[in-house]
Nanobody, 120 residues
Framework: QVQLVESGGGSVQAGGSLKLSCAGPGYIFSSCGMGWYRQAPGKDRELVSTISSDGATRYADSVKGRFTISQDNAKDTLYLQMNSLKTEDTAVYYC??????????????WGQGTQVTVSS
């Protein structure tokens, strides 16, 4: 089964930076669109950023200009560089793979999440 493992979360003061990583099988990065989601306490899980297999990226308005999504296929890793962190960025962050081929969608997979806490 596909296993995605996030790392890099932690506690940081507002204005600081963190870089999250999500490791997965190598074939995921050639076959799947990848994304980062987050869920704050008492809130629904929300989309943060996505990157397609060809490198096209999208960001939620709330993080645009502060976060950068990227992937390194040689390391089988997805990244989320988070700068200028705000207290409202506090959440559990999850990576997701959404995978399709010429037959259509064949899989959607989530990591177990990593906690990001931003304090004032």
């Amino acid at each position: 089964q596909v296993q995605l493992v996030e790392s890099g979360g932690g506690s940081v003061q507002a204005g600081g930076s963190l870089k999250l990583s999500c490791a997965g099988p190598g074939y995921i990065f050639s076959s799947c669109g990848m994304g980062w989601y987050r869920q704050a306490p008492g809130k629904d899980r929300e989309l943060v950023s996505t990157i397609s297999s060809d490198g096209a990226t999208r960001y939620a308005d709330s993080v645009k200009g502060r976060f950068t999504i990227s992937q390194d296929n040689a390391k089988d890793t997805l990244y989320l560089q988070m700068n200028s962190l705000k207290t409202e960025d506090t959440a559990v962050y999850y990576c997701k793979a959404e995978c399709s081929n010429h037959d259509g969608l064949w899989g959607s997979f989530w990591g177990q999440g990593t906690q990001v806490t931003v304090s004032s």
